[in-house]
């Protein structure tokens, strides 16, 4: 081929190449990345009710999709874009159940004091002694290292 | 009004959508530890129904979807544990130990502060969770049928205080190490404290959204153990 045909081919090819590239690059990634999250959430789900355990689906999944990264079954560029924005987006999840607590503040007001002291102290209580144990042991090995 | 506002699927979503960005804006904004998006969006969605005389059912068609994707966003906390796995090898015993004795920490504290407020069985299993992300929070709660809204509130607390005070406690407690500050607010504060602690560093945020994730797989664990004590 040559002259005119040759390039109008190669323009034609060309475009072909890019559409291609497009599809692969973007759109069809994400949906190839929220099928494989979708369906390891699935898994989890199947497993939560098989095993009579009080495990979480969630715990599942994130456990098998950890494994699968590690052992390379699954490519971190096949879930990291999906999971990514899915975890940018969570606190979003919070606030229907969290607006829910207009339809239990009869069970709760009779205990809100409670809840509000133990949480406060709580969290201040396993902060420090989390903190200070991580925060000795790797000094201790940091020192038995320097010897 | 009522029934017009009412007779849509998306009037839950849109409310939610729009208050979450409000609440963005503000902290944008502002840059105030009290702007905390997730309080504003919350606080706006209440204030909405309540004026318009909203139920929450009819709310809840629509809202309820964003709340399906808390299992798939769970599972994909997997991601940073993955990327951070070097750091977790070189330092993996003292992370464990930690997020353990957290883990441990809290459970007693909970068990210990249920018996001076004389909480009755449902009401101490719906504190157990407290200190995991929601995501798992809610599942745990329902899995030993604790009071799941009260679980999430008490979750709210404790995210919202380690938001606050996390950084301020660590330096108050002399936690330096920024793997130990990481673990530590991420331990006690879950997915909210992590935000704050992606402020405070690099490391301080991957340890801490490392340890939402250990964290909440002990402390399944640990509830085993300690949910038959009361």
Known sequence: MQGLPCIFYNFAINCKNRLHSLINSWKMKYIIQFTIIIAISLIGELLNIIIPLPIPASIYGMVILFTALITGIIKLSAVKETGKFLIYIMPLMFIPPTVGLIGAWDTMQSFLVAIVVISLVSTIIVLAVSGHVTQWIIEFKERRNKR | MKELLGTSIFIGLVITLGTYLIGLHLRKKFNLFIFNPLLIAISLTIGILLLFGIDYNTYNIGAQHLSYLLTPATVCLAIPLYEQFKLLKKNFTAIMVGIASGVLTSCVTIFCMALLFRLGHHEYVTLLPKSITTAIGISLSEELHGYVAITVAAIMITG????????????????????????????????????KAMEIGEIEGAMSSLSIAVAGCMTVIATIGFEWLI
């Open chain 2, 160 to 195: 919202l205080f380690g938001n606050i005070a996390g950084d301020i406690l660590c330096r108050i407690l002399h936690i330096k190490h920024p793997v130990a500050k990481g673990i530590a607010i991420g331990t006690a504060s879950h997915v909210m404290g992590t935000a």
